[in-house]
Nanobody
């Protein structure tokens, strides 16, 4: 069974930065895609950023230019660098990896941006 553990969340002031990390219990070298998603209270889970096997990335329009997703295959981790944080970024952030036909999700980490 594949397990994902997110870390790095917390409370930060608007304009500040946080770096989230996702530790995966198995190799991510052959993953089809890795992504960060977020869910605010009362809202649906939404895509934040993804990165594929070839390093191609895509971002939600709301975070372009502020967030950056990266992967470290040797350490089996994926990170999300978040800069210029806004109150609208407050949510629980989830890591997802895709292995073949299967998707795996972490438990989430809370990010709260104060204004």
């Amino acid at each position: 069974q594949v397990q994902l553990v997110e870390s790095g969340g917390g409370l930060v002031q608007a304009g500040g930065s946080l770096r989230l990390s996702c530790a995966v219990s198995t190799s991510i070298f052959s993953t089809n895609a890795i992504g960060w998603y977020r869910q605010a209270p009362g809202k649906q889970r939404e895509l934040v950023a993804t990165i594929d096997t070839w390093g191609m990335t895509n971002y939600a329009d709301s975070v372009k230019g502020r967030f950056s997703i990266s992967r470290d295959n040797a350490k089996n981790t994926v990170s999300l660098q978040m800069n210029s944080l806004k109150s609208e970024d407050t949510a629980v952030y989830y890591c997802k990896v895709s292995l073949g036909l299967h998707d795996y999700w972490g438990q989430g980490t809370q990010v709260t941006v104060s204004s």
